[in-house]
């Protein structure tokens, strides 16, 4: 199984560019690379790049090192990850509107010194591994759109897009992702941008109620918590393409992890669940139509990643409920939903 990472920290900028330089970015690059270090599923030698400072000054290395990353993947169990942190900004009038990366060569209002995200996403589509995984820590990552065939993104863009996953740092209408430290995470992790601290403290600390490994859904359920627990950051944002949110990225460190198999109960329960490890046990719920009904109403009143797994739950409805008596007790509960605009 090959598995590569390519974290991308760019928070140093000529003098004259009219860029801020944030000591966060650049410690919160070597945090994500201490962390793939001490996971056993990527800490082999060679299997992570970490790229700031020097490394991270042009557009041509970022993009040569994300294609030599990109070109280890061969298989369905492989996995690419690409992790960015820095300066991200949208130009409308730029053709397509598309937003950009900076590198360490970029000035403030000059587009053509940053790096597109265009080509980024060129370069990880192109890759043949089974799961390839974008995070971007940045303002503006919310515009960015799927890496898979929904993208307006054309011709080669839309290849080999089965199996992707866009994390943002930012999600809805806010832009701005906050570079300043949080105070409230452990040493060392207070040195880094929010955003990036949450996420490595959920992996540092692990997730007690998971099970063995961190899965996408797992790791956004725990972003999400760690940073509402401070009561100050905005909710980052998930878009899947054909990758399961069951799809496992890193090893959970948590102890006493709860044991494999526990079925969900409740309509609480079963939203967790989804929204964890996708539709894995979506027969199970289907024997229960009424709840099943009543837990797809939930989701649609969610967040984007919620409507999506509704959307899922009930282009799969019609084949897991044959018998027409369950599938009328499940729209049952939906119909009443569906005609309050819900």
């Known amino acids: 199984m090959a598995l590569r990472a390519l974290v991308i920290g760019v928070g140093t900028y000529e003098a004259n560019s009219g860029m801020s330089g944030y000591p966060t970015i650049e410690t919160s690059a070597?945090?994500?690379?201490d962390a793939l270090a001490r996971d056993p599923r990527w800490g082999d030698a060679g299997r992570s790049v970490i790229l700031s400072g020097d490394a991270a000054y042009s557009a041509d290395g970022v993009m040569r090192a994300l294609h030599d990353a990109a070109a280890a993947g061969e298989g369905p169990e492989d996995i690419l990850l690409v992790v960015y942190v820095g300066h991200g900004a949208y130009w409308k009038d730029v053709p397509g509107g598309q937003v950009h990366f900076a590198v360490g060569s970029s000035y403030q209002n000059e587009p053509w010194t940053w790096l597109s995200s265009w080509y980024v996403y060129r370069a990880i589509r192109q890759s043949r591994a089974g799961l390839k995984v974008l995070i971007t820590?940045?303002?503006?990552?919310?515009?960015?759109?799927h890496l898979g065939p929904e993208s307006p993104l054309p011709g080669i863009l839309g290849t080999r897009s089965d199996g992707t996953c866009v994390f943002s740092a930012v999600s809805g209408n806010v832009h701005n992702a906050?570079?300043?430290?949080?105070a409230n995470l452990?040493?060392?992790?207070?040195?880094?941008t929010p955003f990036s601290g949450h996420l490595l403290n959920?992996?540092?600390q692990g997730m007690s109620e998971h099970d063995d490994d961190l899965t996408l859904g797992a790791l956004r359920a725990g972003i999400d918590e760690d940073m509402q627990s401070c009561g100050v950051h905005d909710a980052p944002r998930m878009l899947l393409n054909d990758a399961s949110e069951a799809a496992a990225l890193f090893t959970n460190h948590a102890k006493g992890r709860r044991p494999p198999g526990r079925e969900p109960q409740t309509e609480d329960d079963w939203v967790?669940?989804?929204r964890l490890y996708g539709e894995r046990k979506l027969r199970s719920l289907m024997l229960k139509p009424d709840l099943a009904g009543r837990v797809v109403v939930r989701l649609k009143s969610g967040d984007e990643q919620s409507r999506d797994l509704a959307s899922r739950v009930e282009r799969r409805a019609a084949t897991l409920l044959a018998n027409p008596v369950d599938f009328v007790r499940y729209w049952r509960e939906i119909e009443p939903a569906l005609l309050g605009g819900a």
């Open 178 to 182: 906050s570079a300043d430290a949080c």
């Open 186 to 192: 452990p040493s060392p992790l207070d040195g880094c």
């Open 202 to 204: 959920v992996l540092g």
């Open 30 to 33: 070597r945090a994500y690379g």
């Open 137 to 145: 820590d940045c303002c503006y990552s919310n515009l960015l759109p």
């Open 272 to 274: 967790r669940e989804l």
